[in-house]
Nanobody
Framework: QVQLVESGGGLVQPGGSLRLSCETS????????MGWYRQAPGSQRELLAE???????DYKDSAQGRITISRDNAKNTVYLQMNSLNSEDTAVYYC?????????????WGQGTQVTVSS
């Protein structure tokens, strides 16, 4: 069974940084793409960044310049480094992975990790 486990969230002051981790139960090379989403209260879940199996990275406008997605194949882990955090970054952050199984794309989600930016 495929599992994604996020960690690294917490309370951070405005201007601070956090690094989120997403560890997968199977090798990350099994996934077509892996990405980070966030969902603030009362808002839809939005994509922040994703990385393809081939290493192509795509950042979305909402966080570009302040975030970096990376991966460690040996640790089956994808990271999201976030800098210059502000209150608008307060949200639950989710890891997503998409895998092709018998020609069908299957999407997997982690349980989410809370990030709260507050002084």
């Amino acid at each position: 069974q495929v599992q994604l486990v996020e960690s690294g969230g917490g309370l951070v002051q405005p201007g601070g940084s956090l690094r989120l981790s997403c560890e997968t139960s199977i090798g990350i090379f099994n996934f077509n793409t892996m990405g980070w989403y966030r969902q603030a209260p009362g808002s839809q879940r939005e994509l922040l960044a994703e990385i393809s199996k081939g290493g192509i990275i795509d950042y979305k406008d909402s966080a570009q310049g302040r975030i970096t997605i990376s991966r460690d194949n040996a640790k089956n882990t994808v990271y999201l480094q976030m800098n210059s955090l502000n209150s608008e970054d307060t949200a639950v952050y989710y890891c997503n992975a998409v895998r092709s199984v018998a020609g069908t794309l299957i999407s997997y989600w982690g349980q989410g990790t809370q990030v709260t930016v507050s002084s």
